[in-house]
Each structure stands twice: as C-alpha cells, then as structure tokens.
Nanobody
Framework: QVTLVESGGGLVQAGDSLRLACAAS????????MGWFRQAPGKGREFVAA????????DYADSVKGRFTIYRDNAKNTVYLQMISLKPEDTAVYYC????????????????WGQGTQVTVSS
C-alpha cells in the first residue's frame, strides 16, 4: 500500500513561485514512477508532470514546460513540483500520483493518489 500526502499549496500572485511536495509512505518508493496532475473548477483532471523511478527522465504538459520542474529525493521518499512564473490559469487542486512502471500522462494508469493541495494564483 502506498499513501501520498501533498503539501505546499497556497494563495499567490501571478508571477510568484511555489514548491509542492508529495511525501510517500512506502518502502517501495524507489520503484515508483510519480506524477503530478491538477484539476481546476469545472474541469477534468489533467496531466502536469511525471518522473521515472530513478529520476533520470521527466515529462511535462506543454502548458507548464519551462515553468514547472519535477524532481525527486528517493532518500526522503518525496517528489517535488517547483513552479515559477505562475499564472491565474494554473489555479487548481494539484494531485500527486504513483504507479509501478514507466511514467504516464494518463490519469487511469496511476494506482495511488494523494488528497490534493490547492493552488490559487491571483491576477
């Protein structure tokens, strides 16, 4: 069983930065590919970023490329999402997800999910 807990969300202004963290309670974190997704009000959950179990490969949604960076610390069982140059359209609940295989941008391919953390960007 894998438990994921996100933190780091909040209310910021456009252009600000935030770093989200997702702590995993599992002995098998090093075997997990990790992803970040987000869901804005009235919209479906969408892919943001993903990272392989080793951290040697990442993938990003076009809307966040160059602004968001996903990375992980396997010693701390934690994956991070560094967000810079935030825009109002980045406002959403951000979810951390995990799966045992390669990275994916499909929500249905992730087995474990956190409860989410709210990010609100004001203009």
């Amino acid at each position: 069983q894998v438990t994921l807990v996100e933190s780091g969300g909040g209310l910021v202004q456009a252009g600000d930065s935030l770093r989200l963290a997702c702590a995993a309670s599992t002995r098998t974190f090093r075997a997990l590919a990790m992803g970040w997704f987000r869901q804005a009000p009235g919209k479906g959950r969408e892919f943001v970023a993903a990272i392989t179990f080793s951290g040697d490969s990442t993938d990003y949604a076009d809307s966040v490329k160059g602004r968001f960076t996903i990375y992980r610390d396997n010693a701390k069982n934690t994956v991070y999402l560094q967000m810079i140059s935030l825009k109002p359209e980045d406002t959403a609940v951000y979810y951390c997800a995990a799966r045992y295989f390669g990275i994916s941008y499909q929500t249905h391919e992730y087995t474990y999910w956190g409860q989410g953390t709210q990010v609100t960007v004001s203009s």
